[in-house]
């Protein structure tokens, strides 16, 4: 006996109605050793798939927190290393100040002064715990070693580099070397903002740079100004118009930073009321600098001292601002590091709890299936044959429904009849097919069909058509409708027609070697009506005239042809694009010679 007569043998012998269940996911065939299984392997998926889905989202959840761990630890790093090039750029600004002071001749008692910055900034270079590679071709910072080497023999040769009477363009030599550093380093500053992304940390991250831009600028500012009051004035507009420049983009940068982070000016503020006298007495040496640049007046060294340590104590603020900003990005990074630490702990334990429960979940069910199947068999094979009627139904449903039709149905909804005016249907078949049937296989002629409707199936999506069915060796195709296309059906239909004569021409017959097909097609156009047919197998189906017509054409038309009838000749006449040939013989007289059988 197979499977289905014992199950059904069994059934009686218990007297047991066979039950059907809505519910396909479980069912099997609890009688055989592979029904069992099979039931089985089924119970165990659908387990696995909830515990899966939840070590999914556990997991999905744990990677994320773990990304997020690591981005902030990324963030710290990058956060850390500004500071570290801040505090760089800030030595190597005071450097070239004092470097500059020292070749303007402001005194050489400020050797001893640059030479004691000079440590100083070494210790901060030295300290780094990364040297970022610089956009620069230039070997001398490729790394920390050569640099510092590059920065040492230019310290070491600043004597010799210029005369004892320094040269006014000496100075703009100094700033120029330094300046050319420090705004690699700014450049690289931006470059690792861009990396931090955006949000909160971003915006002092970019303030913070910004005001290293200020105090890059005001440094300069401040080696002019007191070139301005060592020597009596500037020597040409030039350096005017460089002094002026370098003000207004620090005072640029520093309105951008209070732009990027609301903290800075609050910062700004409160530095002004403990530092009120400082930016007043800055304040009018600027205007001294800025209404009589070019009034003949004494060298006052004096004054230019008093000028370098007021801007002195600006810059010194804005760096205290920057430290103040990183401070709290530093916190803030630690913090959320330490918070994105916890939840990654956590989630790491529910991932822990989900594996240690899986196989105990898995076992439990393992036993209750086995238990659940010596009671359950008289059900399995009907539900079986219940669940492939219906997944059957629903194939057939979307393969031989337009899709507006389908939604319809599924959504219980009644289709109506529906009335086409003007559409234009094709039908077709194998010349010869009865003979080449008789001489074939079953299964050669299925290969055939199967090769040969595939073709067309793919040949009739490039046009605007609708496959109606096809039955045995007849194809039938219908354009207009579901979907109306306003008086293109015709042409539509006609030129599907000639395209599947011209492939078929070349397609050969799977078992007959160099033996191509032949078709009959007929072509009608007129009015139709469309609607659904049947329940448990529905239909979409055209009725009327017109497709008792479209079938005549066909089997009265001549192999290889496409037969139109007088509509369809009068709509693709007024189209226009098609040569047609009016039959003058009788077209039974043609049929019966033609096919004889």
Same mark, same amino acid.
């Given at each position: ?13 218990? =007297? ?8 396909? *996911? ?5 009688? +055989? ?18 515990? /899966? ?33 801040? &505090?760089?750029?800030? =030595? ?17 008692? =400020? ?38 080497? !590059?920065?040492?023999?230019? #310290?070491?040769? /600043?004597?010799? *580099?210029?005369?004892?009477? !320094? ?19 700014? #450049? ?11 949000? &909160? ?44 420049? !370098? ?15 609301? *903290? ?6 409160? $530095? ?29 060294? &004096? ?6 340590? =007021?801007?002195?104590? &600006? ?17 803030? /990074? ?57 997944? #059957? ?10 899709? +507006? ?18 559409? $234009? ?90 033996? +191509? ?12 009506? $469309? ?19 479209? $079938? #005549?054409?066909?089997? /009265? ?41």
């Amino acid at each position: 006996m197979t499977s289905s007569h014992l199950d059904l043998a069994v059934m009686e012998m218990l =007297n047991v109605k066979p039950v059907t269940s809505k519910l396909d *996911l479980c069912e099997g065939n609890p009688i +055989t050793k592979s029904g069992k299984r099979i039931q089985m392997q089924r119970m165990i998926c659908i387990t696995i798939l909830p515990s /899966l889905v939840l070590l999914g989202l556990s997991g999905s959840i744990a990677v994320q927190t773990g990304l997020e761990y690591v981005r902030a630890v990324e963030l710290l790093s990058i956060i850390r290393q500004s500071v570290e090039q801040g &505090e760089l750029i800030k =030595n190597l600004q005071d450097e070239r100040d004092l470097s500059a002071l020292y070749v303007s001749l402001l005194g050489d008692e =400020n050797k001893d002064i640059l030479v004691q910055q000079y440590p100083v900034t070494d210790a901060t270079l030295v300290g780094l715990t990364f040297w970022p590679e610089l956009d620069t071709p230039s070997a001398a910072y490729k790394t920390r070693m050569k640099f510092l080497n !590059h920065l040492n023999r230019h #310290r070491y040769q /600043l004597d010799s *580099l210029y005369p004892v009477y !320094h040269a006014n363009a000496n100075v703009h030599e100094e700033i120029s070397f330094y300046s050319d550093i420090i705004t690699l380093l700014i #450049r690289w500053l931006y470059q690792m903002a861009t990396e931090v992304g955006s949000g &909160e940390v971003w915006k002092r991250l970019v303030a913070s740079i910004e005001l290293t831009t200020a105090k890059q600028h005001l440094g300069i500012e401040r080696a002019l100004g007191g070139l301005f009051f060592a020597q009596g004035g500037f020597e040409n507009p030039e350096e005017y118009t460089l002094y002026i420049k !370098h003000q207004d983009i620090a005072n640029s940068s520093i309105y951008s930073a209070m732009r990027y982070y609301h *903290l800075v000016e609050d910062l700004f503020d409160e $530095s002004l009321m403990f530092n009120n006298s400082v930016f007043a007495n800055i304040q009018s040496m600027r205007y001294i600098i800025t209404e009589k640049a070019f009034e003949p007046r004494d060298p006052d060294l &004096e004054t230019g001292h008093w000028w370098i340590g =007021n801007m002195s104590v &600006e810059i010194n603020t804005i760096a205290q601002i920057q430290r103040t900003l990183a401070m709290g990005m530093l916190d803030s /990074l630690t913090e959320r590091q330490h918070k994105d630490g916890v939840s990654l702990a956590g989630e790491s334990m529910v991932v822990f709890i989900v594996l240690l429960l899986f196989p105990i979940i898995i076992n439990s069910v393992y036993g209750l299936t086995t238990q659940l199947q010596s009671y359950s068999f008289v059900l399995a094979q009907k539900t079986k044959a219940l669940n492939k009627e219906k997944k #059957r139904g629903e194939w057939l449903l979307h393969r031989m429904l337009p899709r +507006t039709v389908a939604e319809q149905l599924r959504r219980q909804e009644p289709v109506a009849p529906e009335v086409y005016k003007d559409v $234009s249907v094709f039908f077709s078949d194998i010349v010869g097919f009865t003979e080449i049937s008789s001489t074939s296989s079953p299964i050669q002629v299925v290969i055939m069909l199967n090769n040969l409707y595939r073709t067309f199936d793919d040949r009739i999506e490039k046009y605007d058509v609708y496959k109606v069915e096809t039955i045995g060796d007849a194809y039938m195709v219908a354009s207009g409708v579901p979907e109306r296309n306003e008086g293109r059906h015709s042409s539509e239909i006609a030129t599907m027609a000639l395209d599947l004569l011209d492939v078929i021409s070349q397609l050969e017959i799977p078992h007959m070697p160099e033996q +191509t097909f032949r078709v009959r097609i007929g072509i009608h156009t007129g009015a139709v009506v $469309s609607g659904i047919v049947g329940a448990k197998m529905p239909r979409y189906c055209l009725f009327g005239d017109t497709v008792s017509i479209a $079938s #005549r054409m066909e089997s /009265l038309g001549r192999p290889s042809r496409v037969h139109i009838s007088q509509p369809t000749y009068d709509a693709l006449t007024e189209t226009g694009g098609f040569v047609m040939k009016q039959r003058e013989e009788k077209v039974l007289q043609v049929r019966e010679a033609s096919e004889p059988e």
